[in-house]
């Protein structure tokens, strides 16, 4: 979608009307047309989940690559390590993955406020990029909190961007109020790393580490805290959530979310969820990456256009009430299409990459 100015708000987040359901999630698409490898072949409605980009919806000409084996990357991974393989640890004062399932102080009443709105303070890993445009902040992408001081997003969101024209907000609810309980911040973007081998064609590896200049202070912002990393590499069956300010449909009918939405839905086996996507225009030979898993499927539940870099968030097998960020919202086919389960970038797989650029910087 083209950035319009009735887009800029001075929250710098998504615009929208009165908000419906549950979201079913943001989507958009490349607008690139040259293919780096010979055997390609143009796809439709194939969308990258976020809201930057050209064209108005996912466009009738899109083109996606067949690439090499995937698996020939597992080189830059790396095997999949301890349990709370993270950089803040449950149960210290650098603590990950505690959400308070109510919201901070209770439950904040909207004149507005719907099924499928998330209260203050729950997600509170929750992230948004923004871009600066003059004296306004622009929304890029959604993000994630894995440390203080560190962002997770998905690559296609930030990979057209320097550092220094990025800013992330952090705490923030309702885009268009202040009655929050605590004031969401704002900071610069010091660094920006995105994975040495992404690639735009098939979204593999769209993941990127976006580095705060002021680090989080859990004291003066309690409603601000790190999700863990993944403590196990497979989560099949596990019911996650979703939460962010993205579309609530996909195509023209579908509107911005100016509250916090959340949605449940449970990981896809990855075998089912490769059939289910070789049965639509991706063909009946795509391959899914080990870098990518799935989840959704059932109708009117997705993530979709404006959600892209967001949180699929996972509570641990412990019992322990923490939660673990099992993958970042990526793209899929349309949104909330039943037997079309969403893709995700696959945080277990990276854990060691993730590990290795915000322990350097």
């Known amino acids: 979608m083209n950035v319009k100015?009735?887009?800029?708000?001075?929250?710098?987040?998504?615009?929208?009307?009165?908000?419906?359901?549950?979201?079913?999630?943001?989507?958009?698409?490349?607008?690139?047309?040259?293919?780096?490898?010979?055997?390609?072949?143009?796809?439709?409605?194939?969308?990258?989940?976020?809201?930057?980009?050209?064209?108005?919806?996912?466009?009738?000409?899109?083109?996606?690559?067949n690439l090499p084996n995937p698996h020939d990357q597992d080189r830059f991974q790396g095997a999949f390590s301890s349990p709370f393989n993270s950089l803040s640890h449950p149960g210290t004062a650098d603590s990950c993955g505690l959400r308070a399932s109510t919201g901070v102080n209770g439950r904040i009443r909207h004149p507005i406020q719907e099924k499928g709105d998330a209260d203050f303070g729950e997600y509170p890993w929750q992230a948004a990029v923004l871009k600066k445009e003059g004296v306004d902040n622009v929304y890029v992408c959604a993000g994630t909190l894995i440390h203080h001081a560190h962002v997770l997003t998905a690559a296609h969101c930030v990979s057209g961007y320097e550092a220094r024209n990025l800013r992330v907000r952090l705490g923030e609810w309702d885009v268009n109020r202040d009655t929050e309980f605590y004031p969401h911040i704002e900071t610069d973007v010091t660094a920006l790393y995105v994975h040495p081998e992404y690639y735009s064609g098939n979204l593999i590896n769209d993941l990127a580490v976006v580095r705060l200049r002021e680090p989080v202070d859990a004291l003066r912002s309690p409603h601000i805290t790190p999700i863990c990393l993944p403590s196990r590499p497979d989560y099949t069956g596990h019911r996650c959530w979703v939460s962010g300010w993205g579309k609530d449909d996909f195509?023209?009918?579908?509107?911005?979310?100016?509250?916090?939405?959340?949605?449940?839905?449970?990981i896809v086996d990855r075998g089912v969820c490769e059939a289910a996507l070789r049965s639509t225009r991706l063909g009946p030979t795509y391959s899914l990456h080990p870098g990518m898993i799935c989840a959704g499927g059932q109708a009117g539940k997705d993530a979709c256009k404006g959600d892209g870099g967001g949180p699929l968030a996972c509570e641990s097998s412990t019992?322990?009430?923490?939660?673990?960020?099992?993958?970042?919202?990526?793209?899929?086919?349309?949104?909330?299409?039943?037997?079309?389960?969403?893709?995700?970038?696959?945080?277990?797989?990276?854990?060691?990459?993730?590990?290795?650029?915000?322990?350097?910087?």
């Open 5 to 65: 100015n009735s887009y800029y708000l001075p929250t710098g987040l998504p615009p929208h009307n009165t908000p419906p359901s549950p979201p079913t999630g943001p989507t958009h698409h490349s607008t690139e047309r040259i293919c780096r490898y010979v055997d390609c072949k143009l796809l439709h409605q194939y969308c990258k989940r976020h809201l930057v980009g050209s064209g108005t919806e996912c466009g009738l000409q899109e083109v996606c690559c």
């Open 251 to 266: 195509g023209s009918s579908g509107q911005y979310q100016t509250i916090l939405k959340e949605v449940d839905m449970e």
């Open 319 to 361: 019992g322990s009430g923490v939660w673990e960020l099992t993958g970042i919202v990526s793209w899929g086919i349309g949104c909330g299409a039943p037997g079309v389960p969403g893709v995700y970038v696959n945080i277990a797989y990276y854990s060691n990459w993730i590990r290795e650029i915000t322990t350097r910087f």
